[in-house]
Antibody, heavy 123, light 106 residues
Framework: QITLRESGPTVVKPTQTLTLTCDFS??????????VGWIRQPPGEALEWLAI???????RYSPSLKGRLTITKDASKDQVVLTMTNMDPVDTGTYYC???????????????WGRGALVTVSS | SSELTQDPAVSVALGQTVRITCQGD??????AAWYQQKPGQAPVLVLY???VRPSGIPGRFSGSSSGNTASLTITGAQAEDEADYYC?????????FGGGTRLTVL
């Protein structure tokens, strides 16, 4: 059974750096074709894909946020960490960690989601 | 920037058929995946690829694609299908979601 759980601060101040941790179980991030990604959702708004890290340590970032995001993994700890610099109130939202199946024909499939972590950016 | 366009809201009478569409240039090269999100819950993958349903997703959900448009069809909509639906697709280095369609079952 695959599970993912996000953890991190619930409130950050503008300009601060957000660090979110995803602890997962039920799969290995060393297995070919597996990845873990992050997706966020501002209150009442649409989903936004942020970043993904693959089994071979390759990484991809949203072009609109590249430069602010860093995604890393510790496969031995079954953990993925996302950092986002220079936080702004518009970054307020729920941040989801997702198990991702990578397919050359079907792209990225986010087939298991964490419950999400609500992050509020406010001074 | 990468973009997928969805109608903001659609309604369907209980038991009838509804189609939710998603448009974008990336859909000419990649299949769309569809996610259902109910209030206060994380999204759930309901359809992907040519027309593939993950385990546990009812057979009334189906998909199709033509040119730059992908469609999610619910045949015989049920009250529990009322939710927000998001399409998603790769687009070169990006992986955008559509703006979402709120489905109301009347």
């Amino acid at each position: 059974q695959i599970t993912l759980r996000e953890s991190g601060p619930t409130v950050v101040k503008p300009t601060q750096t957000l660090t979110l941790t995803c602890d997962f179980s039920g799969f290995s991030l060393s297995s070919r074709g597996v990845a873990v990604g992050w997706i966020r959702q501002p209150p009442g708004e649409a989903l936004e894909w942020l970043a993904i890290i693959f089994w071979d340590d390759d990484r991809r970032y949203s072009p609109s946020l590249k430069g602010r995001l860093t995604i890393t993994k510790d496969a031995s700890k079954d953990q993925v960490v996302l950092t986002m610099t220079n936080m702004d109130p518009v970054d307020t939202g729920t941040y989801y960690c997702v198990h991702t199946v990578v397919s050359t024909t079907e792209g990225y499939l986010f087939d298991h989601w964490g419950r999400g972590a609500l992050v509020t950016v406010s001074s | 920037s990468s973009e997928l366009t969805q109608d903001p809201a659609v309604s369907v009478a209980l038991g009838q058929t509804v189609r939710i569409t998603c448009q974008g240039d990336s859909l000419r090269n990649y299949y769309a995946a569809w996610y259902q999100q109910k209030p206060g819950q994380a999204p759930v993958l309901v359809l992907y690829g040519k027309n593939v349903r993950p385990s546990g997703i009812p057979g009334r959900f189906s998909g199709s694609s033509s040119g730059n448009t992908a469609s999610l069809t619910i045949t015989g909509a049920q009250a529990e299908d009322e939710a927000d639906y998001y399409c998603n697709s790769r687009d070169r280095s990006d992986n955008p979601f559509g703006g979402g369609t709120r489905l109301t079952v009347l």
